[in-house]
């Protein structure tokens, strides 16, 4: 069975480029991005890790972890940081899963877990599923799940967005709307009433319809 929003992750114990893991214990009650690769060296996949190099802070700021996966040794995952931090600036610090018999790929149904084998032989178009992002909160849940085809780079950007937004709404009780970016006005979602929406929205709000009530966005 596929994994849905609001699904337990799936819980694993793997060799990283930082050591071994449980995963479920890794998390220690943070976000977490957990992002994968279907192959070590390849163009656009060195241009994400590189970028995402480069971005971590952003996503520390958010209490957010980032780890990576590829079904790749993790001996190639540090030959492959060499050249991520030639081409790209940014050196890799955060792990890297070695997913060498394809059993987190399979978990997260990135592949058929009917699969056999282990990644000697397979080739980037063999793993081209192998290219999600699930954003997991601090309950294990996976709030975000995207998969992207292996010619079109992610953008990690939008995620920083997603993030954003999942984090606000997770501790108010609003949406936001399409292209909102942090700072801009939210929905106040419509179970919430008008008599409490008065207590929890003090600078009013602009009705457009019934259930489409805009305010600013709440500390």
């Known amino acids: 069975m596929s994994l849905r929003l609001n699904d337990t992750a799936p819980n694993f114990t793997a060799n990283t480029t930082l050591g071994a893991i449980n995963f479920h214990e890794w998390l220690d009650g ?3 991005v957990l992002f994968s690769h279907p192959k070590d060296f390849t163009p656009v996949c060195t241009t994400e890790l590189g970028y995402v ?3 971590e802070q952003e996503f520390a700021n958010r209490n957010t972890k980032v780890i990576g996966l590829s079904v790749d040794p993790i001996e190639d995952h540090s030959k492959w940081a060499v050249d991520i931090e030639e081409t790209q ?3 890799v610090n ?5 997913d060498t018999d394809l ?3 399979k978990l997260y149904d990135m592949l058929p877990a009917e699969e056999t084998g282990t990644c000697e032989g397979r080739t980037a178009a063999t793993n081209a599923t192998v290219r999600s992002v699930f954003v997991i909160g601090p309950d294990k849940k996976i709030k975000m799940t995207m998969t992207y085809p ?3 780079g992610r ?5 920083l967005r997603v993030l954003d937004s999942l984090q606000l ?3 108010h009780k609003v949406s936001t709307p399409a292209n909102w970016k942090q700072g801009e006005d939210i929905i106040i979602v419509p179970s919430v009433s008008s008599d409490d929406a008065k207590t929890m929205f003090p600078g009013g709000w602009k009705t457009l319809k019934p259930y489409l009530r805009i305010a600013a966005q709440p500390d």
């Open 94 to 98: 955060y792990p890297m899963i070695g």
């Open 89 to 91: 600036g940014a050196r």
């Open 155 to 159: 953008n990690f950007d939008e995620i």
């Open 150 to 152: 292996m010619g079109t």
């Open 53 to 55: 190099a480069r971005i």
């Open 30 to 32: 943070q976000w977490a």
């Open 103 to 105: 059993a987190v790929a």
């Open 169 to 171: 709404t997770a501790k």
